[in-house]
C-alpha cells in the first residue's frame, strides 16, 4: 500500500538556523498538509496545499514558516529561524482529493538547542 | 471556532470488555468526524469515518448531533486494539483537520 514517507526521522538544530523538512506524498494525491504536535499537546494544524499554491493556513503558520513543491514528488516545510517552541513532531499528510481521508506520514521529530 | 473534546486520557480495559472512547465536538455547522488510531511506534492511520457508516476492525462510531457526540465503540476489546485513538472534526468550508487531545486505549489480558 502507498505510504507518505518523511525524513529524516529525527532533526536536532540549534536555536536561530533554518530547517527544512521533507516529505514525498502518495504520488495520485493532489492536497498536501502539515501538522505538528509539541510533546504532551494536541496534533495541531499548519497549512494545506494544492496547485501549488497555499489552501489555508493556520495562526501558527506564521512568516517563519513556508512551504513549496521544488519537483514532482517532495513537499517541503521550512521553517526560517527556529525557536525552543517550535519543537515538535511534525507530521506530512496526503489526499487525493479535497474531501476524501487524509494519509499520514510518520512524523520527523525536530528538536531545537 | 472548532473544538474537539476527548475527556479521557488513558483508558484501561480488560480482553473482552466493552469499549468507549468519548469524543464529543463543537462546531456550528454540519461536520465531518473521524477516528484516527496510532499504533506503538506506527503512523497515524485513518480507523473511520462517520460518513462511510463502516465497521473496522470491529469498531463503530455513530455521529449524535444532538449531543455533538462522536464516541467509538467496541463491544469485545482484543489485546492489539492498544493504542493511541484521536477523534478529529473536518468542518465543511475546509480541509484542515481539528483533533481532540488522544486517549489511550490499555487492554489487559
Known amino acids: 500500500e502507498p505510504e507518505v514517507t518523511q525524513t529524516p526521522s529525527h532533526q536536532v538544530t540549534q536555536m536561530g538556523q533554518e530547517v527544512i523538512l521533507r516529505c514525498v506524498p502518495i504520488?495520485?494525491?493532489?492536497?498536501f498538509y502539515w501538522y505538528r504536535q509539541i510533546l504532551g499537546q494536541k496534533v495541531e494544524f499548519l497549512v494545506s496545499?494544492?496547485?501549488?499554491?497555499?489552501?489555508?493556513k493556520s495562526e501558527i503558520f506564521d512568516d517563519q514558516f513556508s512551504v513549496e513543491r521544488p519537483d514532482g514528488s517532495n513537499f517541503t516545510l521550512k521553517i526560517r529561524s527556529t525557536k525552543l517552541e517550535d519543537s515538535a513532531m511534525y507530521f506530512c499528510?496526503?489526499?487525493?482529493?479535497?474531501?476524501?481521508?487524509?494519509?499520514f506520514g510518520d512524523g520527523t521529530r525536530l528538536s531545537i538547542l | 471556532a472548532q473544538r474537539v473534546t476527548q475527556p479521557e486520557k488513558l483508558l484501561s480495559v480488560f480482553k473482552g470488555a466493552p469499549v468507549e472512547l468519548k469524543c464529543n465536538y463543537s462546531y456550528s455547522g454540519s461536520p465531518e468526524l473521524f477516528w484516527y488510531v496510532q499504533y506503538s511506534r506506527q503512523r497515524l492511520q485513518l480507523l473511520l469515518r462517520?460518513?462511510s457508516r463502516e465497521s473496522i476492525k470491529g469498531f463503530t462510531a455513530d455521529l449524535n448531533k444532538g449531543e455533538t457526540s462522536f464516541h467509538l465503540k467496541k463491544p469485545f476489546a482484543q489485546e492489539e486494539d492498544s493504542a493511541m485513538y484521536y477523534c478529529?472534526?473536518?468542518?465543511?468550508?475546509?480541509?484542515?483537520?481539528?483533533f481532540g487531545g488522544g486517549t489511550r486505549l490499555m487492554v489487559k489480558p
Open positions: 496545499f494544492y496547485n501549488n499554491e497555499i489552501s489555508e
Open positions: 499528510a496526503s489526499s487525493a482529493f479535497m474531501n476524501q481521508p487524509q494519509h
Open positions: 462517520h460518513i
Open positions: 504520488s495520485n494525491h493532489l492536497y
Open positions: 478529529a472534526l473536518r468542518n465543511n468550508a475546509g480541509n484542515m483537520l481539528t
